[in-house]
């Protein structure tokens, strides 16, 4: 039954396993191959299976079922030996190889026609030799670094290999999208949004293909023409609509859906995009022919009469085709047009009209086919460049819409002027075309002729010496420029470029105008033959220090970089103008037609009759109570006439001039109200607002009056914005805040960056940031933007990882490993053979030997034998000198014009910055450890393993190296192909070769790179446009739902597309006097009706870059200042209200004719502390030119504005009410070197030109120009003048060279007006306020110091609150004295007891502090008490007299708690020794607390030593503390052993003393030394060593007396070629003859000086000491020492060979000490594998076991470490056996022995060197203790249930007392226990069954019964159970007469399995049994 039972329950089993094993197939079968190979994954890491399929090919899931890929070894690394076994960076170590970047992914199927496509996406590796075939060649036949040369048969083989692979593109990537790298490129560029995995994005990309279908199409017709071709370019089905076969009417639809999307006119990439994907699609190519063809075979008359209409949209299509595409797409073009003029012609015959229009298009299409093709067979037509459609061939002078934006070859070759027509300023303009012909051709010259002209000027010095140094005036120019690396960018590719910063070390980039934002730059590298055009994308001052530019290159230099080698050098010259704006207004005036400007007959025909706007008629009435609200809030006599106007009218005909309110109505002037009256009824209003005269209030006003009746002026039918212009952000943002006064919604602000936080939220940046925004756009922007985002985050992936890259190969020098690839086979087998030289040891691991090659490695600028030396003299020229910065004062911002253009330039904050620098360095940071063999970066190099160590060479030698370095790689100096075939050895190159040679490789590896991702660059920009153009539609959208759009003139242009759209009505221009006509007139649109022109071209004017054009075509003539000179109406406001009378003067009527004063500026009060307000104090201190930047800076004039502004801070004027002026940029930094934010912060400083509109109370003005030459630059110009004299509201005082000045005739004027009122002279007089008749003349800074405290010199003696006197000089501020801290000590009595404060007078007195007595209430003592103190809250200091409750007397005082009792006391330790302890501590260790003893151990160590421990710390002498006494033995190398008493001295730890002529070794002593390889310098002029400085020397020594003076003009006493003794036979006759050898005294005797010492021997007697060897047999290895003091000889080239020979010797045997590298990396092994054979230490001590293993895997293991690990292992090892027994123990035995056991392993871990012979034998004697220890317990606890005899009782407690105890565990104590022992093994059996192990086993077999049938009853008897093994009946144990067996199979609860019979864990008849025996046959299942 029981087997039955049995049967069943296993065939049950197998049933259920086939059942599982059937679904587990089932599902297999159902799975797609990649959830196949993820099953295969699983089972792969299950240990059951792993063996099964350990042999099988890994298959990569994302390579498909049939791509299987090599796993790599692990441990994989570089040897060079092993050239081909290293894979890229990221392979390192890896087990499994990574998909490479191409490969498809599950379910991303290629179709046939995009394979190619695909497999040309390959990515790139810093290794790309990999390959198949060179990973199966021998690896042994590889060449070693020291052996030479290859074997044959692999040099052929390499040779062929090496041809196909520089001929063979790129090869597949070795680069992973996984690991970090991969990780890092997820995060995304921070331009796009969060990214997704790709698994998401091609499951995405698979649902959203969406067919097109009919409907769709047809859908489509009735939307605008930008959302057309945005859905369609976005489409995803568009493209697989166009290769399907088609129906008529779909055809017809698709050209009908097309045409009309190429109407847009907002989104022209978007068009490209959907043009191209028309352009290679079957529609093009077959569908739309057949269609054609089937027009002319129509027989249906009411079809044929619709054909026009199709052919026409035909023929429009083409022509876009063909305009966009003209080299693609002609070919295609050409064959619609070959079939549709016959059809054209047979339809034409079937009486089909066909209109005019079609054939001139048709023809139109042919000649631009022919001429296309004409330029194809020339060769001239290899690029798509976008090209204007024109019937005739016209000249540039004949049509400016066909001109070139940027400068042709020609313009920069040819001197030629253009044809150019100056701007008509006193006339009117032809007609529109002429009117914008001119403009047009008069901006563009602006910035093309310095361009031009500065690169002519260029070629023709060219040639000559100092081109560098030479200064150009109308270019920048950059010398060996480089295109680095790519970037991604918001806008497009980018690039990283360098430029050679050496002739610019004068430049201050911070202030610097160069290469600022949006700047021009052309490139070439072939004398400007060839033209690459960039524009300067983003600029970091720290960059460009380092010769770092970022530059985005037009769409006609982007084909051209694909050419571009990564060596060539190019000559960079920069325009200073800001050409984006040019561009963009340029463009506009191409596009603008000439029917289309608005206000014509006043802009083009100057007419003067200005009409109302067209919105306004005669009825029209404008509500302007909103403008008189403010007067209402004035006075209440004015709120009675205010109410008495509304209630008779409250609306007014703005028409009607009689209906107007009266200037005090609307609280404004006269004027003013003229100008508001012409701006709301003129459809052209001119508005001139002189210096104060409140022009912005005006416009405000204006607008206010425009917002408050939109009605008027706004449409049903669209809604559009109020648009104002300003030329500067700070105007823009003045005029915008003012408009927020009144309009708090529908603002936007477009424009350069904002200081103004309340405008913040209404900058375009911010709305469009919205959290809402994206929701509210509509569908085809929204899935247009997440489209284009993922194609640009596609390509930026590639691209960066290629940027990395190509960024490492500048920041050091690659890897031979990676360069492998590019350098032929012999030039290999060179390097690699290169260096053999036995004496010179090269580091091990990956060191590089391309280093040693160019010089760089470890052996420096040596020489090596047979080679020329290394030269590094011209890093002399190139090195920088570190200079310590000296610690500034912090000084207050001044905001530098770079930044302030850089803000204008710079658009809503979009500045274009790069990918996240610090991530991105950090990437390339570490991709350059694993490329590069040197990074220069960080300063060390990465295959070097030696920093510190070593022979060092110099500080200075080693910057030059690095300098040196940096300088080649910059170098764009490449080796040509040629030249190098003919190179064989490459090792005899000299130094500058060499690195021509690197130079080649290098480029060579970059140009792989380069060419791999150039189309990814493409894509990405195509993307990236699309992008821009879609950012352009969004912003549409917020423009067309504001009310009021601001724009800088700047942003007007880059925005004007995007206005064309929004169609503002109305446009306000401020600031429009300084902008010129053409931008302004790009920004009006032909919607506008009303156009409000406000400004003062009497003050700044437009700036032109070029003067010529400024001046004598008119250029700098702005629209507002045109149409003022042709006598077109204007309004100029009369009443300044900012100036003084006496300051208005002066521009009054020199530049304005009448300007009023308003009463509001009639009462101004004086300034203080000046007897004047309006002073020009002159000078004739010279100017100082900046050579950057052509400005100007006088340090007089500086020096004295600052000291009067510090004056006038001192007068207690706030900093903010005082600026100061300046007329040059130069002077700016001058100004801010003087001034401390600490005294200055607050005060203003600006150029004069950045400061038009603003004003302050109190303004200082530095003209700056004073020269010999009497040249006053812009200071002539008047509206300057204007401008600087214009800013002061109180007070002006200015300071200049006035002689100079006096030849203008406006500052003649100025100066006659200021004599006239005596405003002016050499000195100013400043007037004390305190004591007004004292006064002093100040001209220069030193002038201030009579008035230091800004009064005068006489004391101030003003009386403070205190009752003292002040003690400092007259000072005007801080009149009541509230600030000023008073010094003298305090008289104040502060308490009832007459007591006088103790502090400083200033100081708050507090409560009394005088001390006196008082009785403390709690104790009754009398205490010195603090006066204001409580004595209840005071401590008594009394001694406290309480007993504690150990009968000691309290040690604290009476006021404090009874503490701990710290009286010493006597304690006896469990040790035995007495020690003297605080009492506490005493009454703690009577409660169990350990107390350490401290008593010494001195016990005699096996050194002889007494033992420096104590009692505690050597467990009462078991762990003897290691002996601390000093070993002072002599080691080898001279030096006294500092270690403690040992029997064996480690290396010498102290810094190596050996040197020689060249260096100083830099090692620890005990460390092998470097031989020095610099030739040796012992000769004379009769002999000379040829060997090495570490070789023997080849040479005698020469004996020839020294034919030398002394200082002391006596002979020297010395030998040739050696140093002279510094004593002389005459001055030191005394010491020389010294007897010492006994030849000393001889008259021709020589002697020697000893350079370590300085001893003087003679020279015959020195020999032979130094000669002679040592006679006994054991010849001691150690250096010579000196005779009288015993120092090492070290250094002397006289005795170089001894020396050398003796450190020699004493290298091998430093070797011999250290150890073998490789015989130590394999005893590490060989202890790893013992370590992980002794399993039982992590059973027992995991923790333990990690250590020893972390241990062994450090890399900087030593001998001696070695044996202190192996001894480790040895211990714990038996420690963990013996813990493993634990569990035989009785509970109570566990505690003790573990106890001794922690202690054992404590002493074991703890840190040393190397384990003494006392520390070995005290661990062994306590181990060999707790071994005794195990056994005893063991024995004891198996015969715990019998009753022992006396005797053996007996000898177990005295085995106990003795293995328990503390004591050290003598010879003696083991041999008692071994005699005790011996005894209790008969007596306690191990097994405790009272019978032997031997009888034990006889038993068992004799029974023959399997494990589990032994149990035993409750006290521990043994009984037995056959058959089955289970309990079947209860009986009586027969000894005890205990319960045993039990019933149905079950065992008796109190009984147990008696395991100790036969090892049994369960007894055999049990569930446990029978799950075992399930899993054994499961087992046995699996491994059939």
């Known amino acids: 039954m029981q087997s039955g039972n049995h049967c069943w329950h296993y065939n049950n089993w197998i049933k259920r396993k086939n059942w599982a094993g059937f679904q587990l197939f089932s599902k297999l079968l159902q799975m797609d191959p990649g959830h196949r190979w993820r099953g295969q994954e699983v089972e792969m890491d299950n240990p059951l299976r792993r063996t099964a399929t350990a042999e099988q090919p890994r298959r990569n899931p994302r390579r498909g079922d049939a791509s299987a890929e090599r796993a790599l070894p692990q441990g994989h690394h570089y040897n060079r030996n092993q050239r081909n076994t290293a894979g890229p960076p990221d392979w390192r170590g890896a087990q499994h190889p990574r998909r490479a970047l191409s490969t498809p992914r599950p379910g991303e199927l290629l179709p046939n026609g995009e394979f190619a496509e695909r497999n040309q996406d390959r990515n790139f590796t810093p290794n790309p030799r990999q390959n198949d075939a060179r990973t199966n060649r021998n690896t042994a036949g ?42 890092a490129e997820l995060q995304g560029n921070p331009h796009f949004q969060k990214r997704r995995s790709h698994e998401e994005h091609v499951k995405d990309k698979e649902h959203s293909v969406r067919r097109l279908g009919y409907k769709t199409l047809e859908n489509l017709l009735d939307k605008e023409p930008s959302e057309i071709v945005i859905t369609l370019a976005c489409s995803s089905g568009l493209k697989e609509l166009l290769n399907q076969q088609l129906n008529i009417g779909f055809i017809q639809l698709i050209c009908k859906v097309l045409c009309k999307a190429c109407r847009s006119k907002t989104d022209r990439q978007s068009i490209q995009h959907l043009l191209g994907m028309v352009k290679d699609s079957q529609f093009l190519k077959v569908q739309l022919p057949h269609y054609v063809v089937q027009m002319s075979t129509d027989s249906v008359p009411s079809r044929r009469g619709q054909y026009p209409e199709y052919i026409e949209r035909i023929l429009f299509l083409l022509q876009e085709l063909v305009s966009v595409f003209p080299a693609s797409s002609v070919q295609e073009v050409s064959m619609v047009i070959l079939v549709l003029d016959p059809t054209v012609n047979t339809l034409r015959a079937a009486g089909v009209s066909i209109g005019e229009e079609i054939e001139n298009s048709m023809e139109k299409v042919k000649n631009i086919i022919q001429h296309l093709q004409q330029r194809k067979r020339d060769g001239t037509l290899k690029n798509d460049t976008l090209m204007l459609l024109d019937n005739k061939e016209t000249n540039p002078e004949d049509n400016y819409r066909t001109m070139t934006i940027y400068p042709t070859y020609n313009e920069v070759h040819l001197e030629e002027k253009p044809f150019l027509r100056p701007n008509l300023i006193t006339e009117k303009y032809a007609n529109a075309e002429v009117y914008l012909d001119t403009h047009f051709r008069l901006l563009r010259e602006d910035f093309v002729r310095p361009l031009r002209e500065g690169i002519l000027d260029l070629l023709h010095n060219y040639d000559g010496k100092g081109l560098r140094r030479k200064k150009f005036d109308d270019i920048r120019v950059y010398f060996n420029t480089r295109i680095l690396v790519p970037l991604c960018t918001a806008s497009g590719v980018g690039y990283k470029v360098q430029f050679d910063t050496q002739p610019l070390k004068f430049v201050r980039w911070q202030n610097s105008k160069r290469l600022l934002y949006g700047s021009l730059v052309c490139m070439s590298k072939d004398n400007f033959e060839t033209l690459l055009f960039a524009t300067v994308s983003d600029r970091d001052p720290k960059k460009l220090k380092e010769g770092i530019v970022y530059l985005s290159f037009n769409v006609q230099s982007r084909p051209l970089l694909a050419e571009v080698e990564p060596s060539d050098c190019f000559l960079m010259v920069e325009t200073t103008a800001y050409f984006e704006a040019y561009r963009h207004v340029l463009e506009g005036l191409q596009e603008i037609q000439g029917e289309d400007i608005p206000f014509q ?210 920041q050091g020098v690659l890897h031979e490993q990676y360069l492998e690839k590019y350098i032929s086979p012999e030039h290999w087998n060179s390097l690699q053979s290169g260096l053999i030289f036995d004496n010179i040891p090269l580091p091990g691991g990956r060191h590089s030997l391309i280093l040693e090659w160019l010089g760089l490695g470890f052996m420096g600028v040596t020489e090596i034998p047979g080679i020329s030396p290394l030269n590094m003299e011209n890093a002399d020229e190139q090195e920088d000198e570190d200079k310590e910065e000296e610690e500034e004062e912090e000084l207050i911002h001044i905001p530098e014009e770079a930044e302030l253009i850089q803000a204008e330039r710079v658009i809503d904050g979009n500045e274009l910055k790069m990918r996240t620098r610090k991530k991105e360095d950090a990437d390339i940071a570490e991709l350059a450890n694993t490329l590069l063999a040197i990074n220069l970066n960080q300063g060390t190099q990465a295959a070097l393993p030696m920093k510190e160590e070593g022979w060092q060479q110099p500080r200075a030698q080693k910057k030059k190296m690095k300098k040196k370095a940096r300088g080649e790689l910059q170098n764009g100096g490449v080796m040509s192909a040629a030249e190098e075939k003919t190179i064989s050895n490459i090792w005899l190159l000299p130094l500058k070769d060499r690195w021509r040679l690197y130079r080649l490789w290098s480029s060579m590896y970059q140009m792989d790179i380069r060419r791999r991702i150039i189309q990814h660059e493409q894509l990405y920009q195509a993307a990236a446009d699309r992008l821009t153009e879609l950012r352009l539609q969004e912003d549409l959208w917020v423009l067309k739902e504001a009310k009021v759009v601001g724009m800088t003139t700047t942003g007007a242009a880059k925005y004007r597309k995007v206005l064309q759209e929004v169609q503002p009505r109305i446009v306000v221009v401020e600031e429009a006097a300084e902008v010129l006509e053409a931008h302004l007139i790009t920004t009006l649109s032909i919607a506008c009706q009303h156009l409000i022109l406000i400004g003062d071209h009497q003050q700044l004017r437009p700036s032109a870059t070029v003067y010529d054009l400024a001046r004598n075509f008119s250029l700098e003539v702005s629209l507002f200042e045109r149409l003022v000179k042709v006598n077109v109406p204007f309004v100029r406001l009369d009443y300044q209200h900012r100036m003084r009378p006496e300051i208005a003067e002066l521009l009054t009527p020199h530049i304005y004719e009448q300007l009023e004063n308003h009463p509001s500026v009639m009462n101004y009060e004086n300034i203080k502390g000046i007897s004047t307000n309006l002073f020009f104090v002159e000078h004739d201190f010279p100017e100082e030119e900046i050579r950057e930047g052509k400005s100007h800076q006088n340090q007089h004039e500086a020096a004295f504005v600052v000291a009067l502004c510090h004056y006038l801070i001192c007068q207690d004027y706030s900093p903010s009410q005082i600026t100061i002026l300046t007329t040059y940029t130069g002077q700016l930094f001058c100004l801010r070197k003087m001034m401390p934010s600490e005294k200055y912060a607050g005060v203003k400083v600006h150029v004069v030109d950045k400061y038009q509109g603003e004003e302050n109370d109190i303004i200082l003005l530095s003209l700056v120009r004073s020269n010999e030459s009497g040249k006053i630059g812009f200071l002539q110009i008047a509206n300057r003048v204007c401008v600087a004299l214009s800013r002061a509201k109180k007070g002006l005082y200015c300071i200049g060279n006035m002689s100079i000045l006096a030849n203008v005739p406006l500052w003649s004027k100025i100066m006659h007006t200021l004599h006239a009122r005596g405003n002016i002279g050499r000195s100013l007089l400043l007037s004390c306020q305190n004591h007004p008749k004292t006064t002093t003349f100040v001209s220069k800074k030193d002038d201030f110091s009579k008035v230091p405290e800004g009064g005068c010199s006489l004391p101030c003696e003003y009386r403070l609150d205190c009752g003292h006197v002040c003690t400092r000089a007259c000072h005007p501020y801080d009149v009541d004295h509230k600030k000023f801290n008073c010094l003298k000590p305090c008289q104040k009595v502060i ?527 043994v009984y037995v159970i056959t058959e089955c093994g289970g309990a079947m009946e209860i009986t009586k144990c027969p000894d005890c007469d205990a319960m045993i067996g039990g019933s149905n199979h079950t065992l008796e609860r109190s009984n147990q399995v008696a395991t100790e019979m036969d090892g049994a864990q369960f007894a055999v008849w049990s569930d446990t049994a029978n799950n075992m025996l399930n899993y054994g046959d499961l087992a046995e299942f699996l491994r059939q």
């Open 601 to 810: 007959k006043y802009i083009v025909e100057c007419n003067t009759d200005i009409q109302a706007p067209t919105y306004l008629n005669l009825h029209s009435c404008y509500d302007l109570e909103p403008l008189m609200k403010e007067q209402s809030k004035n006075s209440e006599e004015s709120t009675k006439h205010l109410y008495e106007f509304l209630l008779r009218k409250t609306k007014i005909n703005v028409l009607n001039h009689a209906s107007w309110p009266s200037k005090e109505e609307l609280n404004l002037d006269e004027s003013q109200v003229k100008a508001l009256k012409m701006a709301l009824t003129k459809e052209l209003a001119i508005i001139q607002g002189p210096p104060g005269t409140g022009k912005t209030y005006v416009g405000l006003k204006i607008v206010q009056a425009l917002l408050h009746n939109e009605q008027i002026w706004q449409t049903d039918l669209q809604k559009s914005p109020i648009l104002v212009v300003c030329y500067t952000n700070h105007a823009l943002d003045q005029f915008l805040e003012g408009i927020y006064g009144f309009l708090h919604t529908g603002l936007v602000r477009v424009g350069g960056r904002s200081n103004s936080e309340l405008l913040k939220r209404f900058t375009l940046k911010e709305l469009r940031n919205t959290r809402d925004f994206r929701k509210k756009l509509p569908q085809h922007l929204r899935g247009a933007y997440f489209e284009v985002t993922n194609q640009m985050r596609e390509s930026e992936q590639k691209i960066c990882t290629a940027a990395r890259h190509l960024e490492c190969t500048t």
């Open 142 to 183: 590889r060449v070693p670094g020291v052996q030479g040369n290859r074997q044959a048969p692999q040099q052929g083989k390499r040779d062929h290999q090496h041809n196909e692979r520089r001929r063979e593109p790129w090869r597949r990537n070795d680069l992973s999208e996984g690991g970090r790298e991969r990780q």
């Open 1391 to 1917: 308490c009832d007891a007459g007591h006088r404060c103790t502090k400083l007078c200033y100081e708050r007195c507090g409560k009394c502090q005088v001390k006196v007595d008082k009785i403390i209430p709690k104790c009754g003592h009398l205490q010195k008490v603090p006066c204001s103190k409580n004595p209840a809250e005071f401590c008594c200091n009394e001694p406290c007299s309480k007993i504690l409750y150990c009968g000691h007397n309290c040690a604290a005082t009476c006021g404090q708690n009874c503490g701990t009792c710290k009286k010493k006391v006597e304690i006896t330790l469990k040790c035995g020794h007495v020690q003297q302890v605080e009492c506490y501590i005493k009454e703690a260790a009577k409660i169990g607390n350990c107390v350490p003893c401290k008593q010494k151990c001195r016990a005699l160590l096996d050194c002889y030593h007494n033992c420096p421990g104590s009692c505690h710390l050597c467990y009462e002498g078991r762990f003897h503390e290691s002996c601390k006494q000093p070993c002072k033995r002599l080691l080898i190398c001279s030096h006294e052993c500092l270690e403690p008493c040992t029997n064996q001295c480690p290396p010498c730890q102290r810094r190596c003393e050996n040197l020689c002529k060249h260096s100083k070794c830099g090692r620890k002593c005990g460390d092998l030394c470097t031989p020095c390889v610099e030739p040796c310098e012992w000769a004379c002029k009769h002999y000379k060593c040829q060997k090495l400085c570490s070789e023997p020397c080849d040479r005698q020594p020469c004996n020839e007396p020294c034919k030398k003076l002394l200082k002391c003009r006596h002979p020297c006493v010395g030998l040739c070629g050696e140093p002279c003794p510094d004593k002389c036979r005459v001055c030191h006759r005394d010491d020389l003859t010294d007897i010492f050898f006994g030849t000393e005294e001889e008259p021709d005797a020589r002697f020697v000086q000893l350079e370590d010492c300085h001893h003087i021997f003679e020279v015959t007697g020195f020999d032979r000491y130094m000669n002679e060897e040592n006679e006994s047999s054991d010849m001691i290895i150690k250096l010579k020492d000196c005779p009288r003091c015993r120092t090492p000889i070290r250094k002397s080239l006289r005795y170089g060979a001894i020396i050398k020979k003796s450190l020699c010797e004493i290298e091998k045997v430093k070797k011999l000490v250290l150890g073998d590298v490789k015989k130590m990396k394999q005893s590490a092994k060989d202890l790893l594998f013992l370590l992980n054979t002794h399993s039982i230490i992590a059973q027992q001590f995991p923790d333990l076991h990690d250590d020893l293993f972390c241990s062994l895997k450090s890399p900087a293991l030593s001998l001696s470490s070695l044996t202190v690990i192996e001894n480790k292992i040895a211990f714990i090892s038996r420690l963990a056996e013996l813990k493993s027994q634990e569990v035989k123990f009785h509970y109570t035995m566990k505690a003790k022995f573990n106890t001794k056991l922690y202690e054992c392993l404590k002493w074991i871990n703890k840190h040393r060197e190397r384990f003494t012979e006392q520390e070995l034998k005290d661990l062994q004697s306590e181990i060999q203790r707790l071994t005794f220890l195990v056994d005893l317990y063991v024995r004891y606890n198996k015969a715990s249930g019998k009753k022992l005899d006396s005797s053996t009782e007996q000898t177990v407690a005295c085995v106990q007392q003795i293995l328990e105890g503390t004591k050290k565990f003598t010879e003696g104590d083991e041999k008692v226990v071994k005699e005790n022992m011996e005894k209790l093994k008969l007596a306690l059996p191990e097994t405790g069954l009272g019978i032997s192990d031997t009888e034990r086993v006889m038993i068992v077999k004799a029974m023959g019964l399997r494990q589990g049938h032994w149990y035993k009853c409750p006290n521990g008897h």
